[in-house]
């Protein structure tokens, strides 16, 4: 092309053509291949299967399922504590989305999570989530600081930013009281819009946190261009504990949270010999089931109530 050689590369899903099936239906198992084939490395053909046919079916019925939710009502939230290591307190915890349908029943969280994503209905579920946790700290007495998700389209929308902001002015709580979690991939495809998205809210006193640090690029420019108060180390690392090299990975990376002066979290903490290691690597906290699975909300604010009045505890 005027005298340059131009490379291309294409992703592409394919289905058998049949005469007794529709052409929406043909249209749609295409585009279903299309989507595996971009999930798995990209820039290769995906030929639909009986497997797809199966996995097509459950996601078009949770698909349908979400566009169809009041998830106002449909969708309740839990509560993951955050404890620091130092003190050995909660200080924090993560809120979680949980979905009971009405037509398929209890969802788990990483299949609506993802579809609704793919479909472009998360963002309904952020702005959601986000009102439930602003709900449950004007409810509690004691109220300790929350961290809600944020997909990539939430970050890549100026629309949804808004309704986001919209949401956090229409309170008085301390915008402390609120973190925002966000991965790498969540930023991959516009990386400069979702660094003026999040300094919006990091402009309003809010503290930003980038989840499952190590799985992704780690690009640490990123480190140098957003405004991150925490790393979120991924808990495929903490699970891997058998593996020589991993307490010399995560001190590596508990040394770049501390060179760059942000918090460094480890996620998946299930047992002491995990929570040892974590101490020993430097970790600032941990997340995980030793500590705590995700709780209703009324079970945090009674945690934090024991925590902050031991002598009360110790009376009971």
Same mark, same amino acid.
């Given at each position: 092309m005027d005298g340059r050689l131009i490379q291309l590369s294409a992703?592409?899903?394919?289905?058998? #053509?049949?005469?007794?099936?529709?052409?929406t239906l043909l249209i749609r198992n295409a585009d279903y291949a299309l989507l595996h084939a971009k999930k798995h490395g990209k820039n290769?053909?995906?030929?639909?299967?009986?497997? !797809?046919?199966?996995?097509?079916?459950?996601? #078009?019925?949770?698909?349908?399922?979400?566009?169809?939710?009041?998830?106002?009502?449909?969708?309740?939230?839990?509560?993951?504590?955050?404890?620091?290591?130092?003190?050995?307190?909660?200080v924090r915890a993560e809120v979680l989305a949980r979905w009971d349908s009405p037509k398929l029943g209890r969802i788990q969280p990483d299949r609506f999570i993802n579809v609704s994503e793919e479909s472009g209905l998360i963002s309904k579920i952020t702005v959601v989530v986000l009102k439930k946790a602003v709900a449950a700290l004007k409810s509690w007495q004691n109220p300790i600081p929350l961290a809600v998700n944020l997909s990539g389209h939430d970050?890549?929308?100026?629309?949804?930013? =808004?309704? &986001?902001?919209?949401?956090?002015?229409?309170?008085?709580?301390?915008?402390?009281?609120?973190?925002?979690?966000?991965?790498?991939?969540?930023?991959?495809? =516009?990386?400069?819009?979702a660094c003026a998205n999040l300094n919006r809210l990091s402009s309003r006193g809010h503290s930003v946190a980038l989840d499952d640090f190590g799985t992704g690029y780690s690009n640490f420019n990123y480190l140098r261009e957003l405004p991150i108060n925490k790393l979120k180390v991924d808990r495929s690392f903490v699970? =891997?504990?058998?593996?020589?090299?991993?307490?010399? &990975?995560? !001190?590596?990376?508990?040394?770049?949270?501390?060179?760059?002066?942000?918090?460094?979290?480890? %996620?998946?903490?299930?047992? %002491?010999?995990?929570?040892?290691?974590?101490?020993?690597?430097?970790? !600032?906290?941990?997340?995980?089931?030793?500590?705590?699975?995700?709780?209703e909300g009324? =079970?945090? *604010? *009674?945690t934090i109530l024991k925590q902050n009045n031991p002598a009360e505890e110790r009376r009971a």
């Open positions: 992703s592409m899903g394919c289905t058998q #053509f049949k005469k007794t099936v529709n052409s290769r053909v995906v030929i639909f299967t009986e497997e !797809h046919e199966r996995g097509a079916k459950q996601r #078009f019925e949770i698909e349908d399922a979400l566009r169809s939710a009041d998830f106002s009502s449909e969708i309740k939230v839990l509560f993951q504590p955050q404890v620091d290591l130092g003190s050995n307190q909660v970050l890549l929308s100026n629309q949804v930013m =808004d309704e &986001i902001i919209d949401v956090l002015e229409a309170t008085d709580l301390d915008p402390s009281l609120l973190e925002f979690e966000v991965t790498e991939s969540a930023m991959m495809a =516009d990386t400069e819009k699970e =891997d504990i058998g593996n020589p090299t991993t307490e010399k &990975i995560l !001190h590596s990376l508990t040394v770049t949270a501390n060179a760059l002066g942000v918090d460094c979290l480890l %996620e998946g903490v299930e047992d %002491e010999l995990q929570l040892v290691m974590a101490k020993r690597v430097g970790a !600032h906290s941990v997340q995980g089931y030793f500590f705590g699975r995700p709780m009324g =079970d945090l *604010a *009674a």
